[in-house]
């Protein structure tokens, strides 16, 4: 069964730096396309940014030029650079993977930005 492990959320200021993992495991990762979404409290999760196979990558217009999504086939782990942090962002990130016809996800790491 694969798995998705998400880390590296926590409290971040405002204008604050954080970076997220996903690792996979079960899987030849390399083969396949993975994003980040994220969901705040009374609101539908959206997607954040997606990278393909072959790393080309994706953004929401609202993280566009802040976050880098990037990945690491040696490793199975797929990260979010997450730079200028804003309140807004504050959220449940997940992580995704989609293998062919199936979709999966990881348990959510929260990122809270706060003075």
């Known amino acids: 069964q694969v798995q998705l492990v998400e880390s590296g959320g926590g409290l971040v200021q405002p204008g604050g730096s954080l970076r997220l993992s996903c690792a996979c495991s079960?899987?030849?990762?390399?083969?396949?396309?993975m994003g980040w979404y994220r969901q705040a409290p009374g609101k539908e999760r959206e997607l954040v940014a997606t990278?393909?196979?072959?790393?080309?990558?994706n953004y929401a217009d609202s993280v566009k030029g802040r976050f880098t999504i990037s990945r690491d086939n040696a490793k199975n782990t797929v990260y979010l650079q997450m730079n200028s942090l804003k309140p807004e962002d504050t959220a449940v990130y997940y992580c995704?993977?989609?293998?062919?016809?199936?979709?999966?996800w990881g348990q959510g790491t929260q990122v809270t930005v706060s003075s």
């Open positions: 995704k993977l989609w293998l062919g016809s199936y979709v999966y």
């Open positions: 079960r899987i030849r990762f390399s083969r396949y396309a």
């Open positions: 990278i393909s196979s072959g790393a080309s990558t």
